[in-house]
């Protein structure tokens, strides 16, 4: 029998590591575990667990609408697969790699569990678009690509010459084992996340996730308007598609498939699915990626008035508009999340890893690679990030891409009366002066960036 551990790939086609067991042509035992870890602090009664527990609870109807069998556990994952290897036959165990310093960690355990007990353990690599093992033997550089607009011509050119076309097969094919009963009362979900999952929690809106009807709905209807589009925040243009993309309910190859269909206007949108790739690949071959808080010395910053940012307090309308959208519906379109995270790293002199421990609670679409991407760059950390003295201005940037103040109208009503010119303006009692503060910003990182 082989162990068959989901993880950030909440779907039943697409699978590579599937392969292993079509090839060994055993039953398999599926599983997905509820990390008490990663739920820590209430996570699953946010916005970023919620949406995880949603795929979830879909993921475990697609298998039985399939007639198979997808068994969710609650509890340390070493424990539960030790566990499962006591009651089963398990001959392979396999899954889809993740490379956060966490899950380097986890997945360490899980082999030297399997070692010991002469178990193969086989991770898969899936989470990009491009096989960037593979992408990294075959564009032949010593040293990582630094800055993004090189990384994409040659990223560009390896997907249209090595891309591997999803793979049809699916879990309906296979033939899925049930798992000890014993195993399953020793590590059954509390009764709030078993009631998430079976959609019947009151906090939940009850609405199943559709990802590929999300995919093609903005293929179809607004893949052509996306270049003008993606930056006029109070539209939704974008395709909304990361939350489905970054549990694995949808296949990013699926994605690149379904967009080479498309008649006209691939290039702006694929070149987003390639920062995309960016950051994964970022996160791998930059080995500051997840510690650059303590590469640079971060204490010229303060958390002042990191509590007005988070409940939208700030006095800076679009700044408390887009924060208020995010604790209310968990959504916040790109361009605000980057006024936002600048706003809060130098207008506030806030250090990032603030804003990125909020974000990863609020956050429906959470990544873990693409959340601290973005902050790095806001706060001209990282590969090609922001230079430190770019300090997008919230209100001229609400009034480019937004002038008649339609975002802010929708989520500060109260500001609503105000005219099309002043409803962009700070207001009197404002937390911080836009001008004077980003003068000490640009000071501030300066020297932080000289402290490496
Ligand atoms: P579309 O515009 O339709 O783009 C399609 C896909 O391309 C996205 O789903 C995403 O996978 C990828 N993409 C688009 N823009 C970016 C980008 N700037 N960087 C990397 N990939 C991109 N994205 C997340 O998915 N999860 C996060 O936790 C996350 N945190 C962020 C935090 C900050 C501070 C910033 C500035 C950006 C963050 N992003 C994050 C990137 C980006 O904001 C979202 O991917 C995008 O808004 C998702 O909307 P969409 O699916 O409609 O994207």
Known sequence: MILFIHRKDLRTHDLPALDAIFASGLPSLHILVLDPFLLRNGRGREHSGRNFLAHAGRLQRLYTKHG???????????????????AHPIREIVWHEDHTPYA??????????????????????????????????????????????????????????????????????????ELHSDVRDGFRLPPELGAQLQHDDPADSGDEPDPMQALESFLDERLAGYADGRDRFAREDTSRISRHLNVGALSIREVYERLMEAPIGIEPWLRQLAWRDFYLYQSRLDPDFFRYEQVFDLSPLGDTHFRAWAEGRTGIPIIDAAMTELNETGWMPNRLRMITAMFLTKNLGCPFPYGERYFRYKLSDYDNVLNRGGWLWCASLGFDAAPYFRVMNPATQSETHDPSGAYIRRWLPHLAGRSDKEIHKPLPEAIVDLKASRAQAIETYKLILKSE
């Open 68 to 86: 198979r069998r997808l068994h969710v556990l609650y509890g340390e994952p070493a424990a539960v697969v030790s566990r499962i290897a006591d």
């Open 104 to 177: 380097l960690t986890r997945d360490r355990e899980l082999r030297q569990l399997a070692a010991e007990r002469g178990i193969p353990a086989t991770a898969y690599d899936e989470a990009a678009l491009a096989d960037l093992r593979d992408f990294v033997r075959w564009s032949g550089r010593e040293d990582p690509y630094k800055v993004f607009t090189p990384f994409y011509k040659r990223w560009s050119a390896y997907v249209t010459e090595r891309f591997k076309p999803a793979s049809t097969r699916s879990v309906a094919e296979l033939e899925t084992a």
